[in-house]
């Protein structure tokens, strides 16, 4: 009889650690998905914020009337990499006025050669800046 109750008190102790134990796995499970929600919540916080500096920067840019100086200013700093390693070694992308660009090239023989290759550059150049910005390239 004694033996018999021990057993009975030994399930009902187990089960009760079983509930208990699941009942701290619930417990804590909640709240790992609190501080999960909290953290999503934050970070998409900052997303926010960010873009929203960014389009206030995009704004501003347009408002002072920056955005045709700085898409002319792309053409100069994506030059090199358009035209890639070998022309980027002998050429200099100087200036760029009224859609013109002034671009410096080492010798007459590569400059005979770029102005066969002047609207494929003209092209790609525009391509990247996402808009027609240069009209024409004046080497020299």
């Known amino acids: 009889m004694v033996l018999k109750g021990l057993i009975m008190n ?5 089960n009760r650690f079983d509930s208990i134990s699941e009942e701290s796995n619930k417990q804590i499970s909640k709240k790992r ?4 929600k909290k953290d999503d919540i934050l970070s998409e916080k900052r997303i926010s914020k960010i873009q929203d500096v960014g389009s206030l920067f995009n704004k501003l840019i347009d408002e002072l009337g920056l955005r045709s100086r ?3 200013c792309q053409a100069l700093l994506l030059w090199d990499q358009v035209v890639g390693e070998g022309i980027a070694g002998v050429t200099y992308a100087k200036s760029i ?4 660009l002034l671009v410096k090239v080492k010798d007459a023989s590569w400059r005979n050669e770029l102005s066969y290759l002047k609207l494929e550059i003209i092209e790609n150049l525009n391509d990247r800046i996402g808009k027609k910005v240069v009209i024409d390239i004046i080497f020299y």
């Open 10 to 14: 030994g399930s009902e102790l187990f």
């Open 33 to 36: 998905t609190k501080y999960i």
């Open 70 to 72: 700085i898409d002319l």
């Open 97 to 100: 006025d009224n859609g013109k």
